[in-house]
């Protein structure tokens, strides 16, 4: 039998993400992030592409963003509560990491692989922060999806895609838990 990491194994099966207009200040700074980045760039990746990259999102540019949320939106015809709903994510963060999918061409590794990877380093990266304390959420929303806002935003390239937000910050509440899946409604065993 296998010796658990008891540790690991009760942090997963209670880690619960914190509500990113509930965190504040103080912020992971720069040696810490980093840090916490490693440990999101461990993640599977077939064929040692690397198909996926970060752009860590400071205040001065997060609040940029939420200006550019304004302006997209508007030029997008989004109603309005939802343009401002989008602001208040960037306008009110102190920190987040934008976790950009970037597909690599490959003959071996299809592109929704790719992605999938991508994804997966957003629960690492979280999963990390919250490992080492900090309040992490993962979030998207319409802004990340839209061309104009992550080509003229985030600086990206046509093949890249925002696989997910995650902010940053120290907790300041406690978040209520949440109903948890009925493991047996979602689960197949195959036994023969």
Known sequence: MPAPNQAALDFLLTRRSRPAKTLAAP?????TLEILLTAAARTPDHGKLE???????AKPALTR?????AARGAALDIAPDKITKSQAEYANADLAVAVISSPKPSEKIPEIEQVYSAGAVCLALLNAAL??????????GWPSHDRGFIRDGL???DHETVAGLIHLGTETCAPPERPRP??????TWIDT
């Not at 198909?51 to 999102?57: C, D, E, H, T």
């Open 27 to 31: 912020v992971p700074d720069r040696a």
């Open 51 to 57: 198909p996926w990259r970060f752009v860590v999102l």
């Open 65 to 69: 963003l939420a200006t550019l949320v």
């Open 131 to 140: 490992a080492a304390g900090w309040g992490a959420n993962w979030l998207s």
């Open 155 to 157: 600086g990206l390239a």
């Open 182 to 187: 009925d493991l047996a409604s979602i689960t």
